[in-house]
């Protein structure tokens, strides 16, 4: 039998993988099944160029269409597999067609978290599917309910507020991105999203989204309201772990793998946002759910089942674009004992790091590229030494 290896997922973990089993010399089949309908692209631009209708789309895409034939990649698009065979090692794919493998990777994503209800006016943003649909019923309304201040409510927040869009946005937590730096920093984008007219509210607990004759009705627990044509549920992402579940494979809040992408079943992997690998810094396992680790993670899932060693686990890191203003983070702040600012966010040009035991943990920056850059290396260094506690 011809070996083959299939990746189910063709984002940016999943495409990545392919690229780099070839640059790595396999020359098996290498087959690639994609859900989405187009060829793979680059999903961070799903929330600013993509939205902002600013990208042409060449420039929006993973590769060029020629570079996945030149590979000898065989790339399924609008196709997904729908169940896994594990003591045959075959897949049913959604075409019907059964493929053997000798060992598969599963890059299957992530989906956006709802809210309880069915709002018809209620939207989510992960591919590029939800663009138009969004940007119309944005532009329709004239204004736009965000619940969540997160990653993508705020980049949405921005981009749409740049068009002219009115734009409220609820959070649970007590600042803007407070899942990825500090107060500090989550304060700055506050007032930058009010100096273009967003308002940000903080502590919300949501009791009910409704319909209403003219749109969406928010209630928080508290008795406050807010409404607007339409809402944007930007709540975070759950992983794709039904395939892996129904195939026996081990999963909690992702598909459990080790160090190597190995899940519980031998011959298959994962990884991307639906894997957690196991993270011997912390003696657990940790899903990450930025592009540049999923990037990483189908890189290094493809050696590791090429038989090749693959780098260690390195610090989670992304950046985030609003209002041309960009901001790099890498590491964790929840584990931090000191955090340290140093220089202006009137500028801005500002470089903060977090320290536990003395130790890096993490790190974030406006206008200070090369000392991001400095900054990440230490804390990968004190993570690959394993001395004290690592993010």
Not at 70 to 97: F, M, N
Not at 210 to 233: E, F, K, M, Q, Y
Request: charged content about 20%.
């Amino acid at each position: 039998m011809t070996a083959r290896i299939v990746i189910a997922g063709a984002g940016v973990a999943g495409a990545t993988a392919a690229k780099t089993l070839r640059r790595e010399g396999y020359s098996g089949e290498v087959v690639l099944v994609g859900a989405e309908s187009g060829l793979p692209y680059r999903r961070p631009m799903v929330s600013k160029e993509i939205l902002a209708a600013t990208a042409a789309e060449p420039r929006t895409l993973l590769e060029s269409a020629d570079t996945w034939p030149a590979l000898d990649i065989d790339l399924r698009t609008d196709t997904s597999v729908e169940a896994i065979e594990p003591d045959a090692a075959k897949v049913r794919l959604s075409d019907g067609t059964m493929l053997g493998y000798d060992r598969l990777l599963l890059a299957t994503g992530a989906r956006p978290r709802r809210l309880p209800g069915t709002a018809r006016n209620m939207h989510t943003l992960r591919g590029v599917a939800d663009v138009n649909p969004l940007r119309a019923a944005a532009f329709d309304g004239g204004s736009l309910l965000i619940v969540g201040a997160g990653l993508i409510g705020c980049e949405v927040a921005a981009t749409l507020a740049g068009l002219g869009v009115r734009v409220t946005v609820l959070h649970a937590g007590p600042t803007p991105l407070d899942r990825v730096v500090p107060a500090v920093v989550g304060e700055y984008y506050r007032r930058l999203h009010a100096d273009h007219g967003v308002r940000i509210h903080t502590d919300v607990l949501l009791d009910r989204l409704d319909d209403t004759d003219t749109g969406v009705l928010a209630t928080a627990a508290d008795g406050r309201t807010w409404s607007a044509p339409t809402a944007l549920i930007a709540i975070g992402a759950t992983p794709n772990t039904d395939l892996a579940a129904a195939a026996g494979l081990a999963v909690a809040d992702g598909i459990l793998v080790d160090d190597r992408h190995r899940t519980s079943v031998p011959g298959i992997y994962a990884a991307g946002d639906a894997a957690a690998r196991f993270d011997p810094a912390l003696g657990t396992h940790r899903r990450e759910e930025h592009w540049n680790s999923a990037q990483s993670q189908g890189a290094a899932a493809a050696k590791a089942m090429l038989g090749v060693d693959p780098p260690p686990l390195e610090a989670a890191w992304g950046w985030s674009t609003q209002y041309g203003v960009n901001l790099q983070f890498a590491g964790r702040f929840d584990r931090a004992e000191e955090i340290v600012v140093d220089g202006s966010f009137a500028t801005p040009s500002v470089l903060i790091q977090a320290t536990c035991a003395d130790r890096p943990v993490g790190v974030a920056a406006i206008g200070r590229a090369a000392e991001f850059r400095s900054a990440r290396a230490r804390i990968a260094a004190e993570r690959e030494s394993g001395m004290g506690t690592s993010p």
